[in-house]
Structure formats: C-alpha cells, structure tokens
C-alpha cells in the first residue's frame, strides 16, 4: 500500500505566505514525479507545480513567480512554497506523486486534499 499525506493548510492573508507539505509513504520502488494541483469551487482541478526526480519544475502561468515547489528524495516528500498570496489562491491543494511500488506498477497517487484560504 502507499499513503500520501498532506499538511501545512490554512489561512493567510493577502501577500502572506504559506508553505504546504505532502509525504508518501509504504510500497514505494520509485518515484519520477510530484506535484500540486489544486481546485476552487465551481471551476476545474488544474495542474500548479510539478517536479520531476532530476529536480526540473514546471509552474502554471496563474502561480509563476510566486510558488516554489522542492522536494526531499531522502523523505519521499515535495512542498509548495507559497509567496504574495492573492484571494484567488483559496482552493484545495492535492498532492499526488508520480511512482512505480515495490511490485512493480506504476501510477498516480493522491492525497486527501488540503484548504488554502486567503484572506483580503
């Protein structure tokens, strides 16, 4: 089995900033890439940071120079740094990584989701 796991979630203002925390965890072989997306109600879950195991990182055009996402090989776990925080940021932040288990199959795994509201 392999858990995903998501922390850091809360409220900040406007220009705050907010760093979210996600670690997987169990039957991991390998893992290729991790990433963020995140869903505001009413409109589509998109993509916002993904880096892959060679540390290149992609950024959608709404959070570029913004958000900053690194990850820790060693802890299996990524992070979104989350800078000058504007109201329409508020969503729900899932991580999902990118792996191959123990046994051989590979697929993506999510977390539960996470609340960012930002405050004006």
């Known amino acids: 089995q392999v858990q995903v796991v998501e922390s850091g979630g809360g409220l900040v203002q406007s220009g705050g900033s907010l760093r979210l925390s996600c670690a997987a965890s169990g039957s991991i072989g390998y893992i290729y890439r991790m990433g963020w997306y995140r869903q505001a109600p009413g409109k589509q879950r998109y993509l916002v940071a993904v880096?892959?195991?060679?540390?290149?990182?992609d950024y959608a055009d709404s959070v570029k120079g913004r958000f900053a996402i690194s990850r820790d090989n060693a802890k299996n776990t990524v992070y979104l740094q989350m800078s000058s925080s504007k109201f329409e940021d508020t969503a729900i932040y899932y991580c999902?990584?990118?792996?191959?288990?123990?046994?051989?199959?590979?697929?993506?795994?999510w977390g539960q989701g996470t609340q960012v509201t930002v405050s004006s």
């Open positions: 999902y990584a990118d792996l191959v288990t123990n046994y051989g199959l590979r697929g993506d795994y």
């Open positions: 880096i892959t195991d060679g540390g290149n990182t």
